[in-house]
T-cell receptor, first 116, second 112 residues
Framework: GENVEQHPSTLSVQEGDSAVIKCTYS??????FPWYKQELGKRPQLIID?????GEKKDQRIAVTLNKTAKHFSLHITETQPEDSAVYFC???????????????FGTGTRLQVTL | DGGITQSPKYLFRKEGQNVTLSCEQN?????MYWYRQDPGQGLRLIYY???????QKGDIAEGYSVSREKKESFPLTVTSAQKNPTAFYLC???????????FGNGTRLTVT
């Protein structure tokens, strides 16, 4: 099966600085890589995703890059704000033999703290 | 926001008792999932269902059971065979494949 490693486990940045979270995956057949944000006590919510036919995707202050050769993908948050403080999870989808469902494998999460 | 409702928010049980967690969705999604979340760990897949009357084991299915009698509902039973049931349980749904997962608010189960 798939294995996803995520680093760092905690990240503290000053407001306005950039934050980068990195993930690696093990199965080269994985083809979909979403990122979820989970605020304290709340449900995870999708913030951005990328498919294997694309190398980079941006949405305002958030971007994701994918390096299929190295099997890693990264989340970049620019001009961080206090409301960016949360736990961020990466995930990888291995579609083989799972039919129509999405058998996502999640990383262990990164706790991002944006300080004033 | 609505879409997926999990109940109750907090649940307390004595060791040795089975307990059922509710998950209902009104998004007309075919696929539904149950994840377990423990501190310092990612979300781990317990069971998933692609269509009514069909479900598959995820990575940590031992000690759990599910049913999918209706498209809208995917209840999870935590049995007495689950060795460490205290955790935060999240239900999710999507249209399948690489469509975004929608999560419920979760149920925090404490077994003493």
């Amino acid at each position: 099966g798939e294995n996803v490693e995520q680093h760092p486990s905690t990240l503290s940045v000053q407001e306005g600085d950039s934050a980068v979270i990195k993930c690696t995956y093990s199965d080269s057949a994985s083809n979909y890589f979403p990122w979820y944000k989970q605020e304290l006590g709340k449900r995870p919510q999708l913030i951005i995703d990328i498919r294997s036919n694309v190398g980079e995707k941006k949405d305002q202050r958030i971007a994701v890059t994918l390096n299929k050769t190295a099997k890693h993908f990264s989340l970049h948050i620019t001009e961080t704000q206090p409301e960016d403080s949360a736990v961020y999870f990466c995930a990888a989808l291995l579609a083989i033999n799972t039919g129509t469902a999405s058998k996502l494998t999640f990383g262990t999460g990164t706790r991002l703290q944006v300080t004033l | 926001d609505g879409g997926i409702t999990q109940s109750p928010k907090y649940l307390f049980r004595k060791e040795g008792q089975n307990v059922t967690l509710s998950c209902e969705q009104n998004l007309n999604h075919d696929a539904m999932y149950w994840y377990r979340q423990d501190p310092g760990q990612g979300l781990r897949l317990i069971y998933y269902s692609q269509i009514v009357n069909d479900f598959q084991k995820g990575d940590i299915a031992e000690g759990y059971s599910v049913s999918r009698e209706k498209k809208e509902s995917f209840p999870l039973t935590v049995t007495s065979a689950q060795k460490n049931p205290t955790a935060f349980y999240l239900c999710a749904s999507n249209r399948g494949l690489d469509s975004p997962l929608h999560f419920g608010n979760g149920t925090r189960l404490t077994v003493t």
